[in-house]
């Protein structure tokens, strides 16, 4: 290994990287698909080119680059901050009272996938390279803030081996919670149900047929199957749900043009048709190990088509490719019913000002405990049948 020094260097346009050399870090062992799509140049990229972040976003770009002797070793996808909209583990209330004590919140630093609650590997590092490359990147964002004044530093949707390491590099730890749907080995989606208390498997095989009784047809397409017209329809839905969730969307129209050009291996996107016309849509990208429900959208309200698209489907999707769990998206207790239990979520925080960096700690301690509460009471309620203390009968 090369012991040169390291140089870290910050990057507003990843046009300017070699898409392999960023890969190389993004996803090490070369996997396809990749263990994170999110992260990977060709996501990440096509936010840029399409102005989804950017400028007069609140998402600008400043990627950190590590090199050693020439080569790049680490990469994170970091970005200036000036709202806290599109990040799905909100800083709302520490934004507040940064402002009640005199101070100005934004902008701060977020490594992060804009618009994306998916947990991946936030510190990408080549092989060989993990230790030096996440302590370097680390080191990095606690210094750009503290030089420039910046109220915080935040890593969010990290895995829990990067929010312990952060930890002990004086960042807080914060866990917050997901439903995530395991992969148990099931061999179709019968095989599912079977795992189920029997009131659950009725309910769940009620909802689908009342879904599948919409009056139309239910297709999951990927790859060459998905054509620009499918993209036409799925904007439809997006815009709609957008303007409901958040006032405007996130992604530009563009964005879909772009994934239709050099993502579409990455997507499954699962239409409702009805008479020949889109209806109903659910978006996933496709990982090696877990399959990311993003986005959803409509045009007709029909019974349980939101579970059919969105979840359901997903499922099936899952067993079919023997992809091993299922993260649906932020939020939603009612994904408890259907099988997607309470996950821990991880994420990073730094203030360098040391009276409120101890303030949010005792704040993410008590909060800490009470996620650790709901989550084991929730826990109770899975729809999994119970036998001898055990998940499964």
Known sequence: MDDCALSVTLNSDLGQIDPDQWDACANPQG???????????????????????????????????V?????????APLYVKSHSQGEYIFDHAFAQAYARAGGRYYPKLQAAVPFTP???RRFLCKAGFEQQGMAAILQAMAQIARDNRLSSAHVTFCTEAEAAQGAEHGFLHRVTEQFHWENDGYQDFDGFLAA?????RKTIRKERATAQGFGGTIRALTGDA????????????????????????????????????????????????????????????IGQQTLFGRYWGCVEDHPCLHFELCYYQAMDFAIARGIARVEAGAQGTHKLARGYMPSRVHSLHYFPETGFHKAVARYLSEE????????????????FRKTDGGRNG
């Open 368 to 383: 800490g405990r009470a996620i650790e509460y709901e989550m084991q009471v929730m826990a109770e309620y899975a729809p």
């Open 196 to 200: 189920l208390s029997s009131r659950k």
């Open 31 to 65: 996997a396809q698909p990749p263990l994170d799509p999110f992260t990977t140049h060709r996501f990440l990229h096509a936010l840029e080119r399409s102005g989804s972040v950017g400028e007069g976003s609140g998402w600008e770009p400043r990627h950190i680059l």
């Open 226 to 285: 998905l054509e620009p017209a499918h993209w036409d329809a799925f904007w439809a839905f997006y815009q709609d749900t957008g303007a409901r969730k958040w006032g405007t969307p996130y992604l530009t129209r563009a964005f879909f043009d772009l994934v239709q050009d050099q993502m579409r291996e990455d997507v499954v996107l699962v239409l409702a048709e009805r008479d020949g016309e889109p209806v109903a849509g659910a978006l996933n990208f």
């Open 67 to 75: 090199h050693q002797g020439g080569e790049l070793i680490a990469v």
């Open 118 to 120: 998916a947990t991946g």
